[in-house]
């Protein structure tokens, strides 16, 4: 009977578990790493950016966004939508290509990989006849035409992929029709642009890099016109009016040149070089539109002059009289321009920039083209992010004075909308309000609204104005020089660059329910804020700390503290610091807590630990935590981007000095070598005789490095000096295992301004196995964690259970242990279990509830160095499910993992990006999204039906142009049309149901087909399976069917 109790027992626990914890990857937020590829569907209003890691990223509007990934490891060269439809390609750097479709499911939209193609050429061609290195996304939405680095132009059918050989343009075709005089006819070089005439889908025009030019009739496979350059070509653009075609090359020219049907034109109508006669770089894009407000918009990328200007990345922009070289700071991956009105004839509106670092995009309609701020894709890493830390569940006025001190900062913004607008966001709004807050190495401090899909820049906050820098306050990057030629103008906001390492922000600690704000930095800076809805000029009160107290014989190597103004400051709206704690050595510091209900703010370096009030702003103790033996804290830890020049001296003199002790070493090295190696042996020996599920805690030496370094701050009231009487507390564990204890007395509220603060050392625990402490967490007589400060004040936390015993959870690297408050004895202890080295990494406390029911559980959630999640159950810290989430070499992702309240969490996938995890079933914030099929490839319906019959065996490349103007059908019955008409089994089993054996058809096309958007069921055995109107067989007979059948 006890069996099935048990069993009972654990099904029930097992379904506890799938109610409460289920772990997603949900959502990418931040900018694709390493973009090599920009592709935009004017129909459909979507953008695609792939990369060089073979991702494929959709954004519509705010909260629409698709993610793929090719099976290959290569790069995307070129994304290609088909127009109006819901398909497109990708072009990889390992010549195949990829069709990808949006396709409707449970009323969402998902995009998926639907075939794949590589160019095959003849038997013994080398590699370069079918290196893919133009694509053009024909009108008709049925073909791909295809340049090649040999020269030759394929034509491939689409979405089947397959190559109609009858159609394609070889390269001996072309030669032969070029004019004998013309001097690189015998070496055409690759296709480097395909370009669709505008007016006329049969006619193409082929750019080769040698400079010709050729007008290609694709229904009379022959040239119409040769347009004879000699420079090497970049790119082409063909105007509207299907006259003029504009082309750019290598020397930083452009030229006109006109559609007249002579053949052939061996001089331009126009050549011009728009930055003068020394030698320029090549113009890579050009295109031009007209405007209705004079003339035309002329937008090109590159030109710049090459001896002073090389390294520039700039896009110009010429309109009437006003002529810009918009600069960005990362190399320009490829641009497009965004018009209005219908079918996006109109007015150019914006111009949409995708360089190696952010997306830009420019208000082309307001004076002085300013830019749109971007809901998505900005730039997280605009300056490398140092730490992060995440609020949940903000109030709404905390909420609304951020945004409103953040709405001052972007008036330098348009005011037009966001101009890309694809798709539906069909997630629920949140049901929270979230904000992630990430530190920075500029020593800046961002606030992103975190609670959906789209991370949103809400607000700035600087530190360096504080402290004395190198750089100048009043620069402004968006000014040029009046008068400077090119006309240069800063645009987008990465910024690589710190003016002083020193200013990194390490550390971040928020109260959501007072406002203040705590920020400690590189060189032992800690800065005490407030929010402030209106600008304030103040002084910042600094109160330098000794952690080392005097001690003799110790000298700080590392670098200098930063100098703090001692003038009056101007702050601008938003949060303004009015204290400053400065540790001295000026160490990293590695932890901070803010309790604002006691107005005490606790700190930790490398050296020790301190308290500071920063009510009457002075402190309150320091205990040194600094061990004698341990000199790498004395030297300080080396920053990771110091200034330029002071990182070359170092680097050079680290080289002299590593030469001459390279061989004054050798011999001892060896000998350190060996001890090693021969205690590995001893450790594996010792480690066989465990048992195999747990291994061995084996205890550290004091005197390994950084035993005195500050792992977590932890403020409690509990019972600390009796069971009776609780007290405030403040609880400091170390790298050396060694846990600290104060007894904290706080003066009354009415006293609070008058009376000290005093603080006196209660108790001290080692740990045997000196493991770092990575966390602590008092639970209360319930076995709760104890609330956030104010958080009962606000009536959104009950009151902690005083009545029963405390507990202190001090969590290390090897293992979890429990200990009885106040006696401090040990209640129970959970060793991580694994036989690989797994040690703790990362650690917080979550609540977690079901989708049905309101109540919430605590839980801790625990990132190891393997990359796994686990979840252990408070107060009797069992492991109750573990997941696999990061890979274990990604010692940056786990590094940058933090959770929030209510199991979710976010860790960088890249500099730029975060990944967004949830381990709870009740709050999942993943994309939710659906894109229809345009207007313009909707089936028609059968009240107008439009026939446009035509004779048998009319050829099929004819057949793809005369679609052009027909009712396109849905993306799902395209997909299963061609999926078809590649399948010869299939095409015999519809030559036999034309010849009457329709059921067998069916029976067998259902059966491999089940998941065809078309086939139809009305609960019982009758399906509907539409053929589309005009659906070609090839087959021997080339029979045609001229209209819909249904079977």
Partial sequence: MKRFRRH???????????????FNKTVEHGFPHQPSALGFSPSLDLLAIGTRSGAIKLYGAPGVEFMGLHDENAAVTQVHFLPNQLEFVTLLDDNSLHMWTLRGH????????????????????PPSVTRVTAVLAHSSGELLLLGTEGGHVFVVEVPGFRELEENNISVEDVQNRVPEDYAG????????????NPLNPRQVLIGYSRGLMVLWDLDRQRPVQH?????????????????????SHSDGSYCQWTVTGEDPQTEPEKQEIPYGTFPCKAISKIIQLPSKQGPPFLIFSGGMPRASYGDRHCISVIHSKTHEALDFTSRIIDFFVIREGENHRGEPSALVVLVEEELVVVDLQTEGWPVIQTPYLVPLHC???????????????????????????????????????GGQNLAPDPPQRDLLLTGHEDGTVRFWDASGVCLYPM???????????????????????EGEWPPFRKVGCFDPYSDDPRLGIQKIHLCKYSGYLTVAGTAGQILVMELNDEAAEQMVEATVVDLLQGQEGFRWKGQARLDVREEPVLFP?????????????????????????????????????GLYDYHQRNNVFVKCTLNPSDQMALEGPLSR?????????????????????MRKHHTNNAAKLQEINARLEAEALQEMELAPVQRKIEARSSDDSFTGLVRTLYFADTFVSDSSHSTPSLWAGTNGGAVFAYVIRVPSLERRAEDPVVAHAAKEIQLMHRAPVIGLVVLDGKGSPLPEPLEVAHDLARSPEMHGSHHLLVVSEEQFKLFTLPKVSSKSKLKLTAVDGSRVRRVGVAWFGSRTDEQLESSLVVLTNQGELHVISLPSIKMLVHYPCIRREDVSGIASCVFTKYGQGFYLISPSEFERFSLSTRLVVEPRCLVEAPLQMRPKTPSSPVHKDQPDGVPTEHRNFKRESDGYENSARQVMEHALLNDESVLQEIQKSLEGDQTTFLENNLKTKPKAGNILSNGGNYFLFPVPERFWIRSSLQTCLRSEHYC
């Fill in 8 to 22: 009972g027992h654990e099904s029930q626990r097992d379904k506890h578990k799938q109610d409460l914890y289920q």
């Fill in 573 to 609: 709206p938003g949060f303004q610091p009015f204290a400053l704690v400065q540790c001295q050595p000026p160490a990293v510091v590695t932890a901070i807590s803010l309790h604002s209900e006691w107005k005490l703010v606790a700190f930790g370096t490398s050296h020790g630990f």
């Fill in 383 to 421: 300056s490398a992010i140092t730490c992060s830390h995440h609020v949940s569940s903000i109030p709404l006025k905390l909420w609304e004075r951020v945004h409103a001190a953040g709405a001052q900062q972007n008036t330098h913004y348009s005011k037009k909308p966001w101009p890309i607008n």
């Fill in 106 to 125: 449970n009323s969402m939209s998902e995009l998926l990989e639907i075939g794949r193609f590589t160019l095959s050429g003849p038997p013994g061609a």
């Fill in 227 to 247: 347009f004879l350059s000699t420079q090497q070509l970049e790119s082409v653009w063909w105007m509207e009016d299907g006259v003029n075609i504009l082309s």
């Fill in 459 to 481: 607000y700035k906050l600087s530190t360096a104005g504080a402290f004395h820098t190198d750089a100048d306050p009043n620069d402004n990057m968006n000014q040029g020089s």
């Fill in 641 to 661: 981007v110091k200034s330029i020049k002071k990182s070359l001296r170092q680097s050079f003199r680290r080289i002299r000095r590593s030469r001459v002790s």
């Fill in 185 to 196: 006819r015998r070496n055409l070089e690759c296709v480097e642009a395909l370009h669709e």
